[in-house]
């Protein structure tokens, strides 16, 4: 079946570095991915509406020069949260639709990140 | 959007069916119930969905309701590895998943 493939599944850097998380669409072509951020007991938290071959479309309170979204490819997009502080630590997950199949998003198994 | 109301949190004991319950009392006619579940500190894993009719694969069963304004999602025979959040998600524009707060439910041994 339709796998997204995130990476990397953890990563810990330090105050102020950028940091840049991809995810891949292995076996479909994805016009269109979604981030979403998940702080610890909390539920899935929409980001940003990446769009291939334009400007990713961003939820209302996510800083778009803090978490600048690239979609280059039918399979990939990619999140880089910039000059990242102890608060962008957090858990990253990534989706996409497969415009052939019944789910309407297939998830990545997410990124760990911790900002020391 | 429609939105979703489901228990916080439930137990089900071990081997026996653990029901789930989703209220979606606003769907329009149009919209699918979903099912997805997070298994701690993974990615949502799909489950089912369903528009109308009652639908089962190898994982569940999704019984909706005749007026589809509330639906249960049963595991036949929970384990141990079905403790997770489960979300029910009604789809609302074409792609956007809006998450709620889903129910976490404990398997117990």
């Known amino acids: 079946g339709a796998v997204v493939s995130q990476h990397p599944s953890w990563v810990i850097c330090k105050s102020g570095t950028s940091v840049k998380i991809e995810c891949r669409s292995l076996d479909f072509q994805a016009t269109t991915m979604f981030w979403y951020r998940q702080f610890p007991k909390q539920s899935l938290m929409l980001m940003a509406t990446?769009?291939?071959?334009?400007?990713?479309?961003?939820e209302q309170g996510v800083e778009k020069d803090k978490f600048l979204i690239n979609h280059a490819s039918l399979t990939l997009s990619t999140l880089t949260v910039t000059s990242a502080h102890p608060e962008d630590s957090s858990f990253y997950i990534c989706s996409a639709r497969d415009p052939q199949g019944g789910q309407p998003q297939h998830f990545g198994d997410g990124t760990r990140l911790s900002i020391l | 959007d429609a939105k979703t109301t489901q228990p916080p949190s439930m137990d089900c004991a071990e081997g026996r069916a653990a029901n789930l319950p989703c209220n979606h009392s606003t769907i329009s006619g149009n919209e699918y119930v979903y099912w997805y579940r997070q298994i701690h500190s993974q990615g949502p894993q799909y489950i089912i969905h369903g528009l109308k009719n009652n639908e089962t694969n190898e994982m569940a069963s999704l019984i909706i309701t005749e007026d589809r304004k509330s639906s249960t999602l049963i595991l036949p025979h929970a384990t141990l590895r079905d403790t997770a959040v489960y979300y029910c998600i009604v789809r609302v524009e074409v792609d956007k998943i809006i998450f709620g707060k889903g129910t976490r439910l404990h398997i117990l041994p």
């Open positions: 990446s769009n291939e071959g334009s400007k990713a479309t961003y």
